[in-house]
């Protein structure tokens, strides 16, 4: 009997049965600030196409290990890899990096002197040198794939918390990324508007994106998530399907933070 991930019944349902090579690689990486040993030892590998949750208490490194992966944060130790490069340590072959690793942040980070379509065009015209034609034509596709694009003249001000978070999904969609990182990306909104965000996800998920999400909904982590990670004081403290994190977390210091938000 074959038990190899091809097989396994823990896959969400709608996503690709079979995850590809590894994309995005950290091998016993270490980042201090100052005293505080922020991220310790960290081993993980996202595969193409899987989508990993990180979950973990205010203060545990999430923000810093995403920050890591695209360079907006040096590590002190250890290897970060994407699809089998190590990071560059600047230049040209950076800014490529951070094209191909897209960043959604809790705050929408919008240019909020431009509008809404030159604010997914900059990037293509820019980094990716599109034509300004074919990257308007591909923004708004990706504007109406995420449910704005009849908001594409506006300026980000004119826009509501979950609209603006969906431009900054396209926005980083529109550079063609071989994985998404986001980073709370629904923490700041307004309880009514936090599931246009996780929808537009949960469809990005099911499309087969490789997917790093700081997140602590519950819901989207079962319905998308192949794999939850739990971070504790800089480590990973657990590793598990969703399923068996929510209902059996192992540690102490999961069931503990389980404890306080569900
Ligand atoms: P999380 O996203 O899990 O809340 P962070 O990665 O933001 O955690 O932060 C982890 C720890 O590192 C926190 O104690 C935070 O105060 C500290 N920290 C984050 N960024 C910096 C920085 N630039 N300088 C000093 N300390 C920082
Ligand atoms: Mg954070």
Do not use: W, Y
Request: charged share 25%; hydrophobic share 40%; aromatic share 4%.
């Amino acid at each position: 009997m074959d038990h190899g991930e091809a097989t396994t019944t823990t896959e969400p349902a709608g996503t690709s049965p079979t995850l590809g090579p590894p994309l995005v690689e950290l091998k016993d990486v270490n980042k201090h600030f100052g005293d505080l040993h922020v991220l310790q030892d960290i081993d993980l590998t996202v595969r193409k196409g899987e989508v990993l949750v990180v979950i973990g208490p205010s203060g545990s490194g999430k923000s810093t290990l995403c920050r890591a992966i695209n360079r907006l944060e040096t590590i002190d130790s250890g290897e970060i890899r994407i699809d089998g490069q190590p990071l560059p340590e600047e230049g040209k072959a950076l800014a490529k990096l951070r094209a191909d690793v897209g960043m959604v942040f809790q705050a929408f980070n919008l240019f909020a002197h431009k509008t809404i379509l030159e604010n997914v065009t900059l990037g293509p015209i820019k980094v990716r040198r599109e034509r300004t034609s074919a990257a308007k034509e591909r923004a708004l596709a990706l504007l109406d794939r995420v449910g704005v694009k009849n908001q594409a003249g506006k300026m980000p001000a004119q826009l509501s918390g979950g609209q603006q978070q969906r431009v900054a999904i396209a926005r980083a969609l529109a550079m063609q990324p071989k994985v998404m990182l986001f980073d709370e990306p629904t923490s700041a909104l307004d309880p009514e508007m936090i599931n246009e965000v996780l929808d537009v996800m949960v469809a990005l998920a099911k499309e087969g994106m490789t997917m790093i999400v700081v997140t602590h909904e519950m819901g989207f982590a079962r319905k998308a998530a192949n794999r939850v990670v739990f971070m504790s004081d800089g480590q990973i403290v657990e590793e598990a399907t969703p399923e068996e994190f929510f209902t059996a977390p192992r540690s102490d210091r999961a069931k503990d933070f389980l404890s306080k938000i569900l």
